[in-house]
C-alpha cells in the first residue's frame, strides 16, 4: 500500500542552524503519527516540509506518491502552529470561510458539530475561551475534508474535556481512513493518540515506533516511590537491597519487579518506618523522551 | 492561476473583517476629511498670489483623492501582510487553492471598494465646505481602482520588507509623505528646482495627479497616464505578489 508520506534523507538549514539532519520517516495511509521533541527540534519543519510550505534543500518527499506542492490544495489539511484566523468572524462565518477557500463540500454545521463548537457558533473568535478557539482552529483544517492531515500542537490552551474531544475526532478521523501527523510536547496525548511516535531531538529522528514498543525498549524499568514520614536511615536503604535514590524527602527505587514490591513494604515495616504514600511506577513516553532527547537542544 | 471562488472568499471576509472593526473604519474616513477641512476650507487660498495652496481649488482635487488612494492600501495590505505572518495564515492558505496572486487581489478588490467610497465622501464634503464639484466620470472611476491597485501591490512589498505593523506604518509614511507633497498634488511643479522635474517625474503618484487634473478638468488626453498607471499596477501587483511570503 502507498504510504501517505515518504520523507527521504531531508536536510533543512535556517542559516547556519541545521533543522533537520537525514530525516527519513515513512507515514502509512490511515495512521496517526505523532512527533514529539524538544523546542527547536525539527516538528515544525517537519511539518512545513510535509505540507509543501518550504522546500527542502536536500532530500525527497511525497505524500500520497506526489511532490507536496503538486498535490490537489484540498489534499492536506494544516493547522500551523501558534495560529489564529482573521478576527471579527463568528465560529460559523470562520467555518465557512475555509470551506469556500477550499470549495469543500463538508457542511459547515458537520464541522462545528465534530470540534463540539456548535453552541458558540455566533460568537465571535476572539471572545471565545482559548480552548474554544483551539477547537475552531483543528475545524478549519479539516473542513476541506483532508486525506492528510496536519496539527502542529493542536490542544495548546485546550482544557481536559475539549483535548479529549479532540483525540475523539482525530481518531475518528484515522477510523474513516485518513492519515493524521500530530506535534505535541504532550507525552500522554502523544502516547495516547498515536499508531506510532516519531522522536524529533536535534535536527534528527532518534527513533519511531509504536508508542508501548518504544517504551519498552527505551523506557527502563518500573519504579517505587515513598515518600516516608521522616528521612529513611541508611541501613534501611541498605536492607532493602536495590537502587535508592533521593530527592526533597522522597526515594525512588528502581529495577524492580512487581513480586518485590512485597519486600519492600515488608522491610520498611520491620525499620518501623512509616510512610505518607508509596506508588509504583511503570515507564511511560516521557521517560523514553528523557532518554532519547533530553540532553539534546 | 486565478482561483475565483477562493478569492470571493477571502474578499468577502476581508470586508467583513474591516468594516466590523469600528475604530479602522472611522479612521479610514476621518483622516482625508481632516485634510480636506483643513485645506480646502479652513485655510484661505488667493489664486494668482504664488505661495502655497494658492491654486484654484479644484487643482487640489489629485492631492485630497491621492490621500485616500494611497495611504489606505498602503497601510492597510502593509499591516494585513504583517497580521497574516504572525499569525502563520499564509502558511495555511498555502495549503488551499488561494495562492498568493489571488490574497493580493482579493484584499486589492476590497481596498478598490473602501476607497471608492472615500473618495465619494471627499468629493462630497469638497462641494460642501468649497463649493467645487467633481463630477463622477469614468476616467476618475478608473484612475482611483488603477491607483489603488499599485498602491496594493507596494503595500505587500512593505509587509515583506518591515517586521512589524508598526514598521509598516512608518514606512508608508516615508514613501507617501514626500509623494504627497511632491508629486504634483499640493506643491505645482513651478515651485520645484528644475533639477528636481526628473523625480517628480517617476514618482508613481505622479501619473495619477495628472491624469486626475486632466480628468476634473474636463480636458482630454488623460489615456496615456492612465496607461502609465496601469502598467506601475501590474508590475508592483506581480512583485508584491511574489514576495507575499508563506512562512514568517
Redesign the interface.
Known amino acids: 500500500m502507498e504510504p501517505a508520506v515518504a520523507i527521504e534523507d531531508v536536510s533543512h538549514r535556517y542559516g547556519d542552524v541545521d533543522a533537520l539532519r537525514s530525516v527519513s520517516l515513512t507515514v502509512p495511509a490511515g495512521e496517526i503519527v505523532g512527533l514529539i521533541g524538544p523546542n527547536g527540534a525539527g516538528k515544525t519543519t517537519l511539518v512545513?516540509i510535509m505540507?509543501?510550505?518550504?522546500k527542502p534543500m536536500t532530500g525527497a518527499v511525497t505524500v500520497f506518491g506526489h511532490e507536496p506542492r503538486d498535490l490537489d490544495?484540498?489534499a492536506?489539511?494544516?493547522?500551523?502552529?501558534?495560529?489564529?484566523?482573521?478576527?471579527?468572524?463568528t465560529g460559523r462565518?470562520l467555518i465557512q470561510?475555509?470551506r469556500?477557500?477550499?470549495?469543500a463540500s463538508r457542511s459547515v454545521d458537520d464541522v462545528l458539530a465534530a470540534v463540539g463548537m456548535t453552541a458558540a457558533d455566533d460568537r465571535w473568535y476572539e471572545r471565545l475561551s482559548g480552548g474554544q478557539q483551539r477547537r475552531l482552529c483543528v475545524g478549519?483544517?479539516i473542513v476541506?475534508d483532508p486525506k492528510l492531515v496536519v496539527l502542529d500542537e493542536p490542544t495548546t490552551g485546550i482544557d481536559p474535556a475539549g483535548r479529549q474531544r479532540i483525540w475523539s475526532l482525530l481518531k475518528q478521523l484515522r477510523d474513516d481512513g485518513h492519515t493524521i501527523v500530530v506535534t505535541t510536547h504532550d507525552m500522554a496525548e502523544a502516547a495516547a493518540l498515536s499508531d506510532r511516535v516519531a522522536l524529533l531531538a536535534g535536527g534528527a529522528l532518534v527513533a519511531v515506533d509504536h508508542p508501548d514498543a518504544l517504551i519498552d525498549r527505551h523506557g527502563g524499568t518500573a519504579r517505587v516511590r515513598i515518600e516516608p514520614a521522616e528521612p529513611l536511615a541508611p541501613e534501611v536503604i541498605d536492607d532493602l537491597a536495590v537502587d535508592v535514590s533521593s530527592h526533597n524527602g522522597t526515594y525512588e527505587l528502581v529495577g524492580l519487579e512487581p513480586y518485590q514490591l512485597a519486600d519492600v513494604i515488608g522491610t520498611l515495616a520491620t525499620a518501623g518506618v512509616s510512610f505518607r504514600r508509596i506508588t509504583w511506577q511503570e515507564p511511560t513516553l516521557e521517560d523514553v523522551y528523557h532518554e532519547l532527547a533530553g540532553n539534546s537542544k | 492561476m486565478i482561483h475565483h471562488p477562493a478569492l470571493i472568499a477571502e474578499a468577502r471576509t476581508a470586508w467583513r473583517t474591516f468594516v466590523r472593526r469600528r475604530t479602522a473604519v472611522v479612521f479610514t474616513f476621518v483622516f482625508p476629511l481632516l485634510l480636506v477641512v483643513i485645506f480646502g476650507a479652513l485655510v484661505t487660498t488667493d489664486p494668482g498670489d504664488g505661495g502655497l495652496f494658492t491654486e484654484p481649488t479644484v487643482y487640489y482635487v489629485p492631492g485630497y483623492l491621492a490621500v485616500v488612494v494611497m495611504f489606505t492600501p498602503l497601510s492597510r495590505i502593509g499591516a494585513e501582510v504583517i497580521r497574516h505572518r504572525d499569525a502563520n495564515r499564509f502558511e495555511q492558505l498555502s495549503t488551499t487553492p488561494l495562492s498568493r496572486a489571488d490574497w493580493l487581489l482579493a484584499h486589492t478588490l476590497v481596498n478598490i471598494v473602501l476607497v471608492g467610497f472615500a473618495c465619494a465622501i471627499v468629493l462630497g464634503v469638497l462641494w460642501v465646505g468649497t463649493g467645487v464639484a467633481v463630477r463622477p466620470s469614468l476616467g476618475l472611476v478608473l484612475f482611483i481602482a488603477v491607483g489603488v491597485t499599485m498602491f496594493c501591490g507596494i503595500g505587500a512589498c512593505l509587509g515583506r520588507v518591515a517586521s512589524t505593523q508598526d514598521g509598516v506604518i512608518a514606512a508608508a509614511n516615508t514613501l507617501a509623505i514626500p509623494m504627497l507633497l511632491l508629486a504634483e498634488t499640493f506643491v505645482p511643479p513651478r515651485m520645484l528646482p528644475a533639477w528636481f522635474q526628473p523625480f517628480v517625474d517617476v514618482m508613481p503618484l505622479t501619473p495619477f495627479s495628472r491624469g486626475v487634473r486632466t480628468v476634473v478638468e474636463g480636458g482630454a488626453g488623460w489615456g496615456a497616464d492612465l496607461l502609465l498607471l496601469a502598467v506601475l499596477a501590474l508590475v508592483f501587483l506581480v512583485i508584491g505578489a511574489h514576495l507575499l511570503p508563506r512562512v514568517d
Request: hydrophobic share 30%; with cysteine; aromatic share 10%.
Open positions: 512545513r505540507c509543501g510550505v518550504i490544495p484540498g492536506i489539511g494544516l493547522l500551523p502552529q501558534a495560529f489564529s484566523p482573521p478576527g471579527r468572524l462565518e470561510y475555509y469556500d477557500l477550499s470549495g478549519s483544517a476541506n
